[in-house]
């Protein structure tokens, strides 16, 4: 099956620094991946979709100054949590699809942020 | 535009029946059940894009009724390795995945 990779797994910061976390798809292309965050015992909330070579769409409520999306490449993307702060700690997962429509995500193992 | 999902969890013995339901508002693209354990990240179980479609594998299957935008997941002669959270994510246009509040499910022996 299609493998995603999302690093890092934990990241541990200051309050005020920035975090970038990657996503990878590894043996596909994704034309399109999404971001979420998750809180405990809690559901995936959609943060933004982000297409290769445009911007990402971000939902509402999402502050796309703070949370920066680069989808640079067809396997590569990228969220930067700029000026972290405690209430940004959450756990960050991606996903991505194929481009067949009959496939559904593929999601990163996520990553853990503490901001301190 | 997040789907409505129930029930919020579910305790089974093992051998038993589970019925997980998804509803939305808006008119459907797409319904896609995953399931997630603790500490993982969610896996793709099935994806339905047809009204009145039904899918399914093994033990598990779901159906998905466009007329009414819901979607019902079956889980049939439940094992140990069904425990989870289950969530219904729905397409409006495509390219919009969002997720349901996600249902605990627990399998006792």
């Known amino acids: 099956g299609a493998v995603v990779s999302q690093h890092p797994s934990r990241v541990i910061c200051k309050s005020g620094t920035s975090v970038k976390i990657e996503c990878r798809s590894l043996d596909f292309q994704a034309t399109t991946m999404f971001w979420y965050r998750q809180f405990p015992k809690q559901s995936l909330m959609l943060m933004a979709t982000?297409?290769?070579?445009?911007?990402?769409?971000?939902e509402q409520g999402v502050e796309k100054d703070k949370f920066l999306i680069n989808h640079a490449s067809l396997t590569l993307s990228t969220l930067t949590v700029t000026s972290a702060h405690p209430e940004d700690s959450s756990f960050y997962i991606c996903?991505?699809?194929?481009?067949?429509?009959?496939?559904?995500?593929?999601f990163g193992s996520g990553t853990q942020l503490s901001v301190l | 535009q997040q789907p409505v999902q129930s029930p919020q969890a579910v305790i089974l013995r093992e051998g038993e029946d589970a019925v997980i339901n998804c509803s939305s508002s808006?008119?459907?693209?797409?319904v896609h059940w995953y399931r997630q354990k603790h500490g993982e990240a969610p896996i793709f179980l099935m994806i339905?894009?047809?009204?009145?479609e039904q899918k399914g594998h093994d033990k598990i299957s779901a159906s998905f009724n466009e007329k009414k935008q819901q979607s019902s997941l079956y889980l049939t002669a439940s094992q140990l390795s069904y425990s989870g959270t289950y969530f219904c994510g729905t397409e409006i246009s495509g390219n919009d995945m969002r997720f349901g509040a996600g249902t605990r499910l627990t399998v006792k022996p």
């Open positions: 996903s991505a699809r194929e481009p067949s429509p009959f496939r559904g995500l593929f």
């Open positions: 339905l894009l047809k009204g009145g």
């Open positions: 808006k008119a459907l693209y797409s």
């Open positions: 982000s297409n290769e070579g445009s911007k990402a769409t971000y």
